[in-house]
Each structure stands twice: as C-alpha cells, then as structure tokens.
C-alpha cells in the first residue's frame, strides 16, 4: 500500500536526523499515519525518545509505552520508520533487530551519512527502502520502484 508524505513531512524528519547527525548519532523517526481508501498519508513525524550510538538506536519499553499514548490519541498507525546511517545506506542486522514496525508491507527508510548532504529534493536518491516481507525479511526496494509502488511525495 503506498505512502503519501508531503514535502514539510521530508523536512520535518531531515531536521530531526540532522540534529543528531551533527552529534556524530544515528536517530529513528516514525511517520504517523492514516489508511484514506487505498493510500496511507503521513499525518505527522514523531522522533520517540531513544538511545543512540553511532551505529545503533534503540527504543526503551516506556518511550513505546509513549507511542501507543499518540497512536491511539491521533488514530494514527505507523506508516514507516525512518532512521540514519553514519555512512552508506543498508538495512544492517541491528536495523533488522530493533525494527519497530514488522507487520508485512511495513516500510523502513535508511538516510546516508547521518544524512548531512540530504535535501528534500535528494530524498528519494538517497535512501534505501526496505519492506517487510511476508518470510519477514526486510528486502530492498529496487530504486526505480520506490516512487510506484510505496513511496510518494508531493
């Protein structure tokens, strides 16, 4: 099912993994959304309270006990996630460990280099896009599918 985000939802999340960017760590940001007839629109980006290292994030119990506090509030479901690399955009094993959304379709956004040269109209050249595939592996999104068949912005 594809998402819809606007431009002030790119921006919002480039502002977030940029500021930890600039402390040298990875951020995670959830894109909140609403199912309207056969499209999810993103309705709102949240950054949830979490742990960060350079090379990992990770949510704490409470802070998903915080989320479900704005999901219900909102009628929001979890659209994606999208989180930063310090370097080159995969989906690594921790990535695979700590995902937040696993449901099938589910989709995980990967930003390069902390995403320091990232603008929103190099958004979509520079990430990798993951989905959850019913064997529940994360595969990868071949670029020129990504605008198709589950990501659109505008």
């Not at 199912?35 to 709102?44: C, H, P, T």
């Not at 119990?61 to 704005?70: C, D, I, K, R, T």
């Not at 909102?74 to 460990?97: C, L, N, T, Y």
Request: net charge positive.
């Amino acid at each position: 099912m594809p998402i819809f985000c606007s431009l002030s939802v790119i921006d919002a999340t480039l502002n977030h993994l940029k500021e930890a960017g600039h402390l040298r760590k990875e951020c995670v940001v959830l894109w909140l959304g609403q199912l309207l007839g056969s499209v999810i629109r993103i309705q709102e980006v949240h950054r949830p309270l979490h742990i960060a290292t350079s090379d990992m994030f990770w949510i704490s119990p409470e802070s998903m006990s915080a989320l479900q506090v704005v999901l219900r509030k909102g009628r929001f479901m979890i659209a994606a996630q999208v989180h930063s690399h310090p370097q080159e955009a995969f989906h690594s094993k921790a990535d695979d460990r700590w995902a937040i959304v696993r449901h099938e379709g589910a989709l995980s956004i990967v930003v390069p280099n902390f995403s320091m040269q990232t603008t929103g109209s190099s958004f979509l050249d520079d990430i990798k896009v993951y989905r959850f595939s019913s064997s529940a592996k994360w595969k990868e999104v071949p670029r020129k599918e990504v605008e198709s068949s589950c990501l659109r912005i505008g």
